[in-house]
Structures are given as C-alpha cells and as structure tokens.
C-alpha cells in the first residue's frame, strides 16, 4: 500500500486514527459543514493541539485569498513541518487544503475526510488539489497524496437531495468506464440507495472509490488511462459553464450525448444504450437542456484542455461497462447530438 491507497469507509467518527506523531493539528473546514460535524470530529481525534479553520461555503472559496489567509493562520499559529492538516468537507474543502499542505513549507502531511458523495468517490482520491484564479478552473495546484482518506458514510445523510445526486452521477459512471456488474448493482439496489441505506452506501462509495483508485494508480499523471474518467465531461463543460447545472448534472447531460453519439457510430447497440438511459431517468438525473446555444457548447469544447485543437479526443461507449479514447469524430457529428439532446 502506498500513500493515498489507504481509504477507509466508516459508520461514524470513532474510528479515526493517526498512526503518526504530529505537533499541532489544522482541521480546514467550510461553514456549513463545521456546524455540523466539527465538534463531535475533534472529539474522535483525541488530540490536545488540535486548531480549525472555516471557510465559506462554496466555489468562490477555492481562490487564492482563502489559500493566502490560511497561510498566514497556519504562520501565525505556528504550524511546522511536523504540524498536520486534516481537510473535513467536500470536494472544495479538500482542493484547497490539499494544495495548502502540498505547499506549505514544501508540503507537511495531509489527510482527507470527505463529507459530500463527490468527495467521497472522485475528489479525494487520486492526489489532485487546486484552486481556481478568475474563470480558470484549478488552473493552479499540484499532484499530493494524502496520507489517508477517512469517510464516515452517516455525513452523507445531511446532505442536500441535489448534491447527493449530482454526486450519484460520478457513481453511474464508474459502472458505466469500468464495472458492468456495478452497474446492475446500480439498477437493482436503487430504493435503498435513494434512501440512503448504510450498507448500500458503503459499498457504493468502496466499489467507486476503489475504480477511481485503480485507475490512477495505473495512469497517476493522467497521460491515457485515466481519460475513461472524463465520460459525459468534454459534452457536459457547456453546459456546466452555461447553464444553471451543477457538475454532476451536466455530467449526465454530458453523458446523455456521448451514448447518442456511440450509438450512432454503431459502437454500442440500442438495447444497452435503452437500459443505461433509463438508469439515469429512474434515478430522476437530467438527460436534457434548453436555453444554450449548440454552438457555444461545441466551441467550449473545442477548448477543452482534454481537446487537442485540431481534433476531437472523446470518451464513448464501446461495449457494457467499457469505454475508449475515439479520435474520428467530426463537428457535424457533435452539432447533431447536442441537437437532438436539446430540449
Ligand atoms: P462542495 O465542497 O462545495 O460541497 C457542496 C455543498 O455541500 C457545500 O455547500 C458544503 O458546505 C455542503 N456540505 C458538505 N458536506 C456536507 C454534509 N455532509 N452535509 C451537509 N452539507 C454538506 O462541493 P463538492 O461537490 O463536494 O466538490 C466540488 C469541488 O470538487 C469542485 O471545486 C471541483 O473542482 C472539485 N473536484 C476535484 C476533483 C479532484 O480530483 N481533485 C475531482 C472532482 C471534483
Ligand atoms: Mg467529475
């Protein structure tokens, strides 16, 4: 096992152990999530030098102000290279204190305590931080791995409806690039999901997170494997940019229009592209939008850092439970799945 292999999936906060010796503590967290779950946290971590710092909740925090005022908190409190920092909340939270403790005096060590579902089975796996300047997204950060990631499941029921199911979309996926039987899992375990069932949580997020964990540990730097990641990314940046929906909404939007588009290519047939439409359908996940013009999705993903310029690199179907890197596929082709997805 190495650094950032180690996740472990929990009912609770009891069971959170530091295996090392640490001199000062820094738990970074956003508002929301302080109220609820700081206090009874610092009581599992049994640990006298224990410091917190709360950030606002939501994108804009993930900026260079917040990173510089942390700085200066964790200056002026004395934090050294033997001082910890433990990131509790979501997938903001963790960006930003992954890139403070991988710059902080050349990097102290870091553990990750992810409280929303995306969290959980995409953002704090895989040793990528960042933050954003302006519109540029994570355009500064680095690769940091943290020493381990510890999910209590329960954060999970204090959730808002949405995020939990914007978060369910990075789940589907993992069936749809990696594990066709996931995906059935998926279909079948749907009531008890949605009603956040224990059991039914942990093994979602362990299946998701051991995906996401097997493909970076095979592709860290994201040269090809780790591409499969992006399906329903490259069509849903549009409509994330543009629209009102949140990421993992325009992901399924996203993903809505690389099936048509696979179909069409005759890459997939339509009985599997008829049973992974009706998963999103069931699991009440927007297929369609309105309101954008097709154009201005495509240019947006003519920009896509994933697009070289000259041609499309696309993530599609090939076959249940597995997909590819398709390099063929011309703008008409795209123009018309952005079409016919459009409402
Ligand atoms: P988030 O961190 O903004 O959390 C969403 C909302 O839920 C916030 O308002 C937060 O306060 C609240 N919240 C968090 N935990 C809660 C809980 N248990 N109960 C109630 N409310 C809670 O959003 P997110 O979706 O977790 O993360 C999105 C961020 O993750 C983006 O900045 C994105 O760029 C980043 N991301 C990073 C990676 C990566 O590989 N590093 C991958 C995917 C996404
Ligand atoms: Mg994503």
Redesign the pocket.
């Known amino acids: 096992m190495e650094k950032g292999d180690k996740v472990y999936i929990e009912r609770d906060f009891k069971k959170f152990n530091l295996i090392k010796e640490y001199d000062k503590i820094l738990v970074i967290t ?4 302080k109220k ?2 700081v206090n009874n946290f610092i009581k599992s971590l049994k640990y006298d030098n224990t410091l917190v710092y709360d950030i606002s ?3 804009e925090s ?1 900026c260079l102000s917040v990173y510089e005022d942390i700085f200066k908190f964790c200056i002026e409190n004395g934090l050294s290279r033997k001082s910890l920092i433990i990131s509790l ?7 930003l204190s992954g890139f403070v403790a991988s710059t902080y005096m050349r990097g102290i060590d870091l553990v990750h305590c992810p ?2 579902l ?2 959980q089975v ?2 704090s796996i ?1 040793g ?3 933050i954003n300047l302006g519109i540029y ?2 355009i500064i950060g680095s690769f940091y791995q943290p020493e381990f990631i510890y999910i209590n499941i329960n ?2 029921k ?3 409806k949405d ?1 939990f199911l ?2 369910l979309s990075e789940v589907i996926k993992y069936g749809l690039i990696y594990d066709y039987d996931f995906l059935d899992y998926i279909i079948e375990n749907k009531e008890k999901i949605l009603d956040l069932d224990e059991d039914s949580l942990i093994y979602i997020v362990n299946k998701s997170s051991s995906i996401k964990l097997d493909i970076v540990k095979k592709d860290e730097k994201e040269s090809n494997l780790r591409k499969i990641l992006n399906l329903g990314h490259s069509f849903g940046h549009g409509i994330e940019k543009l629209g009102k929906f949140s ?1 993992g909404y325009a992901v399924s939007i996203g993903t809505h229009m690389a099936f048509r588009l696979a179909l069409k290519k005759k890459l997939i047939n339509k009985d599997y592209y008829d049973k992974v439409i009706k998963i999103y359908k069931e699991y009440n996940l927007p297929m369609t939008f309105k309101n954008i013009n097709s154009k201005y999705i495509l240019d947006i993903m003519k920009k896509d850092k994933k697009n070289s310029y000259l041609k499309f690199s696309l993530v599609l179907p090939v076959g249940c439970g597995k997909v590819d890197i398709i390099e063929d596929t011309k703008e008409e082709e795209i123009l018309s799945v952005i079409e016919e997805v459009r409402n």
């Open positions: 956003d508002k929301n999530v609820l779950y909740s939501g994108e993930k909340g979501g997938g903001v939270v963790g960006d409280t929303t995306l969290s995409d953002s895989g990528k931080t960042g997204k994570n954060t999970l204090t959730l808002q995020e914007s978060g990421h």
